[in-house]
């Protein structure tokens, strides 16, 4: 098993940036895929980003790409989110999430353990 924390949420203005932690500890943190995974009040759970098990894979959901960079440190036993160019509909309670497999998946079922969250807000 793996237990996960995420860090670094907050309030930014439009345009801003945050980095957010996930560190894991547990079982060898490079033995899993780690996903972000963001929900918004009123919306359903969504994909956001995933990192291979030794981070040479990456994969973006196409409203971050370009502004969000997904990494990890192994020997850390962290996975970090930095979150550029902020925008209103980041807004939302960001989870970082682990699977143990080899394979990228975007599907959040896929993903057996979860942070409790961090909360980013982004105002006008």
């Known amino acids: 098993q793996v237990q996960l924390v995420e860090s670094g949420g907050g309030l930014v203005q439009a345009g801003g940036s945050l980095r957010l932690s996930c560190a894991a500890s547990?079982?060898?943190?490079?033995?899993?895929?780690m996903g972000w995974f963001r929900q918004a009040p009123g919306n359903e759970r969504e994909f956001v980003a995933i990192?291979?098990?030794?981070?040479?894979?990456?994969s973006y959901a196409d409203s971050v790409k370009g502004r969000f960079t997904v990494s990890r440190d192994n020997a850390k036993n962290t996975v970090y989110l930095q979150m550029n160019s902020l925008k209103l509909e980041d807004t939302a309670v960001y989870y970082c999430?682990?699977?143990?497999?080899?394979?990228?998946?975007?599907?959040?079922?896929?993903?057996?353990?979860w942070g409790q969250g961090t909360q980013v807000a982004v105002s006008s």
């Open positions: 547990g079982r060898t943190f490079s033995s899993y895929v």
């Open positions: 990192i291979s098990r030794y981070g040479h894979s990456t």
């Open positions: 999430a682990a699977r143990d497999a080899a394979i990228l998946t975007t599907e959040g079922i896929r993903y057996a353990y």
